[in-house]
């Protein structure tokens, strides 16, 4: 089994910054990527940044400029630093992992979310 935990979010400020954290824990042989995606209220999913185990990063056109992926793969922790916040970036924010639990066995993985409200 493998979890997901993700921290960081709740009611923040237009032009403000913060930070999630995503750690991954249990039976992981080997971390490929991991992911931050961000869905609202009768929308679909949202791929917001990736991040793989070469260090080759993707961003959404919206964000660019403004949120940072990165890694610590000695913690299997994945961040999301969010600078320069806009209303529109309010969505519960996914973690998302894709993990080899022995040499065989794949699997992705999500975290249960953490909502990310930005108004004043």
């Known amino acids: 089994q493998v979890q997901l935990v993700e921290s960081g979010g709740g009611l923040l400020q237009p032009g403000g910054s913060s930070e999630l954290s995503c750690a991954a824990s249990g039976n992981i042989f080997r971390i490929i990527g991991m992911a931050w995606y961000r869905q609202t209220p009768g929308k679909e999913r949202d791929l917001v940044a990736s991040i793989n185990a070469g260090g080759g990063i993707n961003y959404a056109d919206s964000v660019k400029g403004r949120f940072t992926i990165s890694r610590n793969n000695a913690l299997n922790t994945v961040y999301l630093q969010m600078n320069s916040l806009k209303p529109e970036d309010t969505a519960v924010y996914y973690c998302?992992?894709?993990?080899?639990?022995?040499?065989?066995?794949?699997?992705?993985?999500w975290g249960e979310g953490t909502q990310v409200t930005v108004s004043s």
């Open positions: 998302n992992a894709h993990i080899y639990t022995s040499i065989r066995d794949f699997g992705e993985y």
